[in-house]
């Protein structure tokens, strides 16, 4: 069975419809995910390595995450508290996801 080849994405500053709109956006959206599987994958390390439950949380590298984000957007020329609140909810999730994988790597043994 052949898949479908997907539109090629045009840039942002390209785009005259809708539609092309939609297909950059998807396009993202593919890569994004890709690069928060990686990112998890992070998480299913920290988890394997960490030998303390209680350093799952670790409120002083979250504000560092949160901090380096902001700085990153306005660099870029986004608005910084809006990529903050993103990231806080992407940092919520890997903590919970970590605290998962590391109760779960630690009743297999």
């Known amino acids: ?3 479908a080849k997907l539109p090629e994405p045009k840039r942002p500053e390209q785009c005259e419809t809708m539609t ?3 297909v950059g956006v998807d396009q993202v ?4 995910v890709a ?3 990686r990112r998890f ?3 299913d390390a920290a988890a ?10 670790d409120e002083a590298r979250k504000a560092e995450v949160l901090g380096n984000v902001a700085r990153e957007a306005e660099a870029a020329g986004l608005e910084p508290e809006r ?8 940092v919520e999730q890997s903590i919970a996801y970590e605290a998962v994988q590391w ?5 297999d043994r």
């Open 1 to 3: 069975m052949t898949s």
């Open 20 to 22: 092309e709109v939609r």
């Open 29 to 32: 959206d593919r890569e994004l």
């Open 35 to 37: 690069l928060l599987v």
């Open 41 to 43: 994958g992070y998480m």
């Open 48 to 57: 394997r390595i960490k030998t303390d439950r209680d350093t799952v949380r």
């Open 83 to 90: 990529l903050r609140a993103v990231w806080n909810e992407l």
């Open 103 to 107: 109760d779960r790597l630690r009743a």
